[in-house]
């Protein structure tokens, strides 16, 4: 593209059946910020839009497992996930929702335009079939074990945990979501795009065209393209979407994955009349910030459908970032392994410019990368407040100690070469920050803002205007070079306040309030000058950035962690996948090895006292005794059994299971239950046996 007029800049539409965790956040949402807010400070015409995603089966069954409707659903979770991006300061021009007016009206406008153009293929078909609800089960109603990472969540699109995309036939031991029955084929018509037909053009446009791609996009598109595309049905049989805008479509709605790219036109649509110049015109940018399990969608039958429809422009690029694991572990929402952003915010109230640091300093852009509270509290006291806060506070508080709070003069005959050195580190930082963001590497350009504030640093230590304050006998000369020195730090804060306004923008806030800038100076044709804030004018008392985040802040969010899991697997918390509800009898697990098995160490143990452990309504913490000693384990129980009733119980331990902390008590080994219609049982020897024995 030679000329761009204008931005159109994309968010994945977040499906509206739950909130949101960081891996959200720095898949795509932070990223796609942090870019927004550069475009617009150097003035571009951007337009940011994203929204809810409220017509994927997840939210069907999400209403089926409440006992009320999908509507109430969305209505719920576009509320929520709105409130945590406001809160975390994502700057859309608008969040939309897939289930409004204008976007219905858009999508099925748009399917009934590529049908009239003949692009369909009309196919009746043998279709997964719910025999006991009567229901053609779309891909996601049905789940079955993934064959190539052996997940048993799996979905019949898509395995969430390695990132496949998958059809129903390839899942093992398929399953419907709606009643646990084993799926039947039944004939039912469907309209198909054929993928093949736009291969020849996908190669030449993206594998030709866009070699400049992350090599995550690049390589898992041509992985796609060179095992061949195939026909892709774009419908579903369902009640609950799009209706396909067909006089014999009854009960047919559009598939979920045609109809939600599709709202990234509709919420331009609602965002401003002139949306065709952002969807339709040569000389706009459209860029997708999506996560790695949306690369083909957004890479691959998007652009095709665009193509199809004809007259909207393709993604000049699709920055897509790998996952975020919490704490060593993948994400999962079934036993409630993940941050989530609405209680980040209240337990952290006012910090989410630390989150929004700690998430792009560690951004999986290349990677999975590993959050810990650990590390977000390292960088928060090492980074934020020792580097960052450090500089911006010495400076304000020296000014006001040696310059009587005002902006001091430069005086030109006393530069000296640091001088000279500190000027320029701004000028080189202002272009490498600018290549960093405009090539999508916001990890570098924040490591790069992070350096201008060492430097900082360095040059006041080098400087060291507090020991030339208390030389009086050259008192005129050093109160000159105590001047320069505060005065090239002035203008350096404030140059910080530019480079860390895209991702930390309440910070650059608080820095333009202590100076008293307007919020102009934040446009990045300011950026690298050292005419910022003006001789003798009057600074606001200093105030701290940043505040230490104690070891009592994190031993609780990392027990919080554990303890939420440790309860959802002993099936005390409800789960927030919605597939993840146990059906009458759970399906077998993958098949395992002898030698597998026989690593565990099953003993048999009797509970000689349980009491409740505190500020956990799901825990009881219990003394097992095992003949040859005794076991503290704690229990996600508390919602099942009193500690008085199961004083003398005998219980099947895992005796060789690593210890983990829990509430503060290390639990030294796991009680194995059986579950049914809800209720927990003991597994245990029909006969009394003694305490210590082997299950072989």
Known sequence: MEKISRYLVTAALPYANGPVHIGHLAGCYLPADIYVRYLRARKADVKFVSGTDEHGVPINIKAMKENTSPQDVVDRYHRIIGDSFAAMDISFDIFARTSSPVHHQTASDFFKHMYDKGLFEEKETEQFYDPETATFLADRYIVGTCPVCGNDKAYGD?????????????????????????????????????????????????????????????????????????????????????????????????????????????????????????????????????????????????????????????????????????????????????????????????QQDVLRYVLCANAPETKDNDFTWKD?????????????????????????????????????????????????????????????????????????????????????????????????????????????????????????????????????KKILHMLKLVDRVLDWENAGSTKLVSVGYSMRPPELLFAKVEDAQIAAQVEKLHTRAAASVAGTLAAVDPVAEAPAFAPLKPEIQFDDFAKLDLRIGTITHAEKVPKADKLLQLT?????????????????????????????????????????????????????????????????????????
């Open 158 to 350: 898509q395995c969430e945990r390695c990132g496949t995309a998958l059809s129903p036939e390839e899942l093992i031991n398929p399953r419907s979501a709606l009643s646990n029955a084993v799926p039947v084929k039944r004939k039912t018509k469907h309209w198909y795009m054929p993928l093949q037909n736009y291969e020849p053009w996908l190669k030449t446009w993206l594998l030709e065209g866009h070699k400049e791609w992350k090599p995550n996009v690049y390589g898992q598109c041509k992985s796609w393209l060179d095992n061949g595309l195939h026909s892709r049905a774009m419908t579903r049989d369902s009640n609950w979407g799009i209706k396909v805008p067909l006089p014999d479509a009854e009960g047919k709605v559009l598939y979920v994955w045609f109809d939600a790219p599709i709202g990234y036109i509709s919420a331009t649509r609602e965002l401003t009349e002139n949306w065709q110049d952002y969807w339709c015109k040569e000389d706009t940018k459209l860029v997708h910030f999506i996560g790695k399990d949306n690369i083909v969608f957004h890479c691959v039958i998007f652009p095709s459908m665009l193509k199809g429809h004809g007259g909207y422009i393709f993604p000049e690029n699709v920055p897509a970032n790998e996952f975020l694991n919490i704490e060593g572990e993948k994400v999962s929402t079934s036993r409630d392994w993940a941050v989530w952003v609405h209680e980040y915010v209240n337990d952290f109230p006012g």
């Open 376 to 508: 977000f509290q390292d960088r928060n006291n090492s980074e934020l407040v020792a580097i960052f806060g450090n500089f911006v506070n010495r400076t304000m508080v020296l000014m006001h100690k040696l310059c009587g709070g005002k902006v001091p003069t430069f005086h030109p005959d006393k530069k000296d070469a640091r001088d000279e050195a500190l000027v320029q580190v701004l000028q080189d930082a202002k272009n490498k920050i600018e290549t960093s963001l405009e090539t999508f590497h916001f990890r570098d350009a924040l490591t790069e803002v992070m350096n201008v504030a060492r430097e900082g640093n360095k040059y006041l230590q080098e400087k060291q205007p507090w020991i030339l304050a208390k030389t009086p006998q050259l008192q005129e000369d050093n109160q000159a070079l105590i001047d320069n020195c505060l005065h090239l730090c002035l203008q350096l804060t404030a140059n910080l306040a530019i480079f860390i306004h895209p991702f930390l923008p309440t910070t650059a």
């Open 624 to 696: 097992v005794d095992l003949g040859f000693e005794t076991r503290t384990v704690v229990s996600g129980i508390a919602a099942h059994f009193s500690p008085e009733e199961i004083i003398g119980k005998q219980v099947t331990l895992v005796a060789n299971l690593a210890p983990r902390k829990m509430r503060g008590i290390e639990s030294q080994g796991m009680i194995l239950m059986a579950e049914q219609n809800g209720k927990l049982e003991f597994i245990n020897s029909a006969t009394l046996v003694a305490p210590g024995a082997s299950i072989s």
